[in-house]
């Protein structure tokens, strides 16, 4: 097919056209992605190997486009083969459901296409990231203070530690690694049985910013994965014993598996004796903030220098949405690049936030949250977290009372861990075998739920614990008629293994 000629002097783009498209495509999404996939009745995903996806879709990239009929059936395909995250049964994740306000903002930031780093061209984003992370810090218990929206919690601790190194030798940002001394991170594991388990994203923020792993110090937890404050104690000492600089402690409020949190208050005990920075990786667990009832487990926050927090988590503000928020300011990753921030411009110049930033180019993730949060209100967010809380104890309650489900423990916060026993395993704990057997039952659950399309949820080993599911429930979506389905179909599913 011969490509159409065009008027040199006319635009490439007819905008009649796109949007006639747009129009038609969104259709698509909401019947694909938020009808069919908010539906229980409706398939979680709809799996297909590799080779046979890779097919359907017709990924190539051609020389020739494709008309408008054609287009859509590539939107509906994508729509139909993704996994429907806000499905009320995907329990897979630290994010699922939906939330509509939330969604119109991420709509609305994608169609304005605007780079949040100069109030000359994104003055309604840069106001409205101030006040969304001044009212974050206020949770905190913060009247001063920075912060800045990141893509995504690891790159926040990232910049947490960064910031930590250049308070204490500032000379780093010029002079480079040769000018400081050999510096000490300390974080904990998840379980007490392991070696070099902690938090992957501060493994590798310290092998990116130039510490090396090595530079890690793991922290002692207790059986539930709590950080022991008097072991992070004896650590600092015996790091200062051996010529080595202490520079930051990373705590967490939320543990990836099993939802511990950590005493902030006694580690923050040991980081002033120490003249520590005290980073809370938080991005799980810093929605509790929004409940008096539940907070408690953060008690101590207020102590620390840096917090990282993603709303895009139990908020459901959509990925992503990720705060790294700040008791201080530094300049830290200023570079003052003239051609870029105008020091004589008309307004205040305190208003281009760009540099803080390490990146140039950052998405608006400030609106999604922002409108959201005008929407339901701080009111609303605390409903939601006490539900999730107040739909855990159903679950953990109707698994204590049905034969097959063994929980790790009781949770402290909406992570469910637990294994599930099938008849031919019961009452064999004893056999030597028994850890190898139990081991293979999840995987095959998993692989049965994922191409049935039913339910999905995750499995992982934890130390010396042998795989395990690991349910996360938080979404607005859930009742308690899916958590008794959820249970229902593992039963199903494995009671033949």
């Known amino acids: 097919m011969e490509p159409t000629l065009r008027d040199p002097t006319d635009p490439l783009i007819d905008h009649a056209e796109g949007q006639h498209f747009l129009n038609e495509a969104f259709k698509v999404i909401v019947e694909e992605v938020l009808c069919k996939g908010t539906d229980a009745t409706q398939k979680v995903c ?36 993704s996994v429907k995250t ?59 203070g920075d912060g800045i929206f990141c893509p995504g919690g690891s790159m926040s601790n990232m910049y947490a530690i960064n910031l930590a190194r250049y308070r204490l030798f500032p000379e780093v940002k010029s002079q480079g690694l040769w000018s400081v001394p050999r510096l000490a991170i300390f974080t904990s594991p998840e379980v007490k049985i392991t070696v070099s388990n902690s938090h992957y994203s501060v493994r590798k923020g310290a092998a990116f910013l130039g510490f090396g792993t090595d530079s890690l110090i793991l922290v002692n937890v207790d059986d ?72 408690s487990l953060m008690k101590g926050i207020d102590r620390a220098d840096s917090v990282a927090w993603n709303p895009h988590k139990m908020l459901l503000a959509g990925l992503q949405c990720s705060a790294l928020l700040l008791k201080d300011t530094s300049q830290c990753h ?23 930033s390490v990146q140039c180019s950052r998405k608006a993730d400030c609106l999604k949250l922002w409108l959201m949060w005008k929407a339901i209100g701080s009111n609303g967010f605390e409903e939601r977290v006490n539900k999730a809380f107040v739909l855990v104890r159903y679950l953990v ?21 637990f294994w599930f026993i099938p008849p031919s395993l019961r009452g064999k704990e004893g056999n030597a075998d028994y850890p190898s057997r139990l081991a293979k039952v999840a ?50 599913l494995g009671i033949n293994l």
Not at 60 to 75: A, I, N, Y
Not at 338 to 348: A, E, N, R, V
Not at 464 to 484: A, C, E, G, Y
Request: overall charge negative.
């Open 443 to 492: 995987p095959v659950i998993k692989e049965r739920m994922m191409k049935k399309g039913t339910l999905m949820v995750g499995y992982q080993p934890l130390g010396d614990k042998v795989n395990f599911f690991r349910v996360t429930v938080f979404s607005p979506l859930i009742s308690h008629k899916d958590l008794d389905f959820f249970l229902d179909e593992i039963e199903r």
């Open 86 to 144: 806000s499905h009320p049964r995907f329990f897979n994740q630290q994010f699922a459901g939906v939330d509509y306000h939330s969604l119109a903002g991420r709509f609305l930031t994608e169609a304005l296409n605007t780079n949040l780093f100069t109030y000359e061209v994104a003055p309604v984003f840069v106001l409205m990231e101030n006040e969304v992370l001044r009212s974050l810090r206020q949770l905190l218990g913060w009247t001063e």
């Open 334 to 356: 200023g570079a003052n690049a003239s051609y870029l921030f105008q020091q004589d411009k008309f307004y205040d110049v305190n208003l281009d936030v760009g540099d803080k």
């Open 397 to 417: 309650d109707e698994m204590k009372n049905r034969d097959g489900f063994h929980l790790l423990n009781d949770p402290e916060f909406v992570n469910v861990c």
């Open 224 to 295: 539930r994965g709590h950080m022991i404050p008097e072991d992070l104690d004896e650590k600092i000492e015996l790091s200062k014993s051996q010529g080595v600089v202490p520079l930051l402690v990373s705590c967490t409020s939320g543990t990836t598996v099993q939802g511990a949190f950590d005493p902030l208050d006694q580690i923050a005990d040991v980081c002033g004796k120490h003249k520590l920075w005290m980073h809370v990786d938080a991005a799980w667990g810093g929605s509790v903030l929004f409940s008096k009832q539940h907070r």
């Open 46 to 81: 709809e799996w297909k190997e590799p080779d046979e996806l890779a097919v359907l879709l017709d990924l190539e990239l051609r020389e020739m486009g494709e008309p408008r009929g054609r287009l859509l059936q590539r939107v509906r395909d994508v729509a139909k083969f």
